[in-house]
Nanobody, 124 residues
Framework: QLQLVESGGGLVQPGGSLRLSCAAS????????IGWFRQAPGKEREGVSC????????NYADSVKGRFTISRDNAKNTVYLQMNSLKPEDTAVYYC?????????????????WGQGTQVTVSS
């Protein structure tokens, strides 16, 4: 069964850090571009960051540039999202997704497989 599983979410104070992981089972991530998306209550799902299958290309939403870093370890079949200097407006459910095409990788329609999401709450 093809599956993506996110982990690492939780409650953190403003200015804190979290590292999200996206692990694949049932298939290898080597050939897939990976995107991170988030959805806050009452808002549409938005692209946060994406990384090409080789890891050589990345993209970030303006709202997270300089604070978030996406990376991948294909040997561990895992993609990470390091989130620093977290703000209350980063509060959302974060999802990872796998897709075959890197072009327009911040669009959710580019992805074929999705994880179930992990909650990130930034609050004092």
């Amino acid at each position: 069964q093809l599956q993506l599983v996110e982990s690492g979410g939780g409650l953190v104070q403003p200015g804190g850090s979290l590292r999200l992981s996206c692990a694949a089972s049932g298939f290898t991530l080597d050939y897939y571009n990976i995107g991170w998306f988030r959805q806050a209550p009452g808002k549409e799902r938005e692209g946060v960051s994406c990384i090409s299958s080789s890891g050589g290309s990345t993209n970030y939403a303006d709202s997270v540039k300089g604070r978030f870093t996406i990376s991948r370890d294909n040997a561990k079949n895992t993609v990470y999202l390091q989130m620093n200097s977290l703000k209350p407006e980063d509060t959302a459910v974060y999802y990872c997704a796998a897709g075959a095409l890197f072009r327009l990788c911040m669009l959710s329609t580019r992805y074929d497989f999705w994880g179930q999401g992990t909650q990130v709450t930034v609050s004092s």
